[in-house]
């Protein structure tokens, strides 16, 4: 399906070093979290190898009891990937126009 190593979308519930952004171009970072904390994220190996991603924002003080709503889609029309994580009415999403944002041409047609 396709050549690299790593490639994840996740709707995650975190804590510790976790990523947590990215920049424009795909570059991911990572920090630490104290405690628990929710993410959108698509997280993939770059044609060389390096670490690349897609991050929504972070949502912190994720608590005992908070009921969280997550859900992952693919629209086959268009390419396009989403992503959300949601919790007392604050969430954290992320939208990719197509697989592996990074590669030129476009991994897979839509």
Same mark, same amino acid.
């Given at each position: 399906l396709h050549g690299r190593r790593m490639n994840q979308i996740v709707p995650q519930l975190m804590t510790g070093r976790v990523l947590s952004s990215s920049e424009a171009g795909g570059?991911?970072?990572?920090?630490?979290? $104290?405690?628990? =904390? +929710?993410?959108?994220?698509?997280?993939?190996?770059?044609?060389? *190898? $390096?670490?690349? =991603? +897609?991050?929504?924002?972070?949502?912190?003080?994720?608590?005992? *009891?908070?009921?969280?709503?997550?859900?992952?889609?693919?629209?086959?029309?268009?390419?396009?990937l989403t992503a959300s994580i949601q919790c007392s009415g604050r969430a954290s999403s992320i939208r990719s126009e197509r697989p592996f944002p990074d590669g030129d041409p476009p991994q897979f047609a839509s």
């Open positions: 570059a991911a970072h990572w920090s630490e979290e $104290e405690a628990w =904390a +929710l993410q959108a994220q698509y997280y993939w190996e770059g044609e060389a *190898g $390096e670490s690349r =991603a +897609l991050c929504g924002n972070v949502v912190d003080n994720i608590k005992r *009891g908070d009921v969280i709503r997550s859900s992952v889609a693919y629209d086959p029309s268009s390419g396009v």
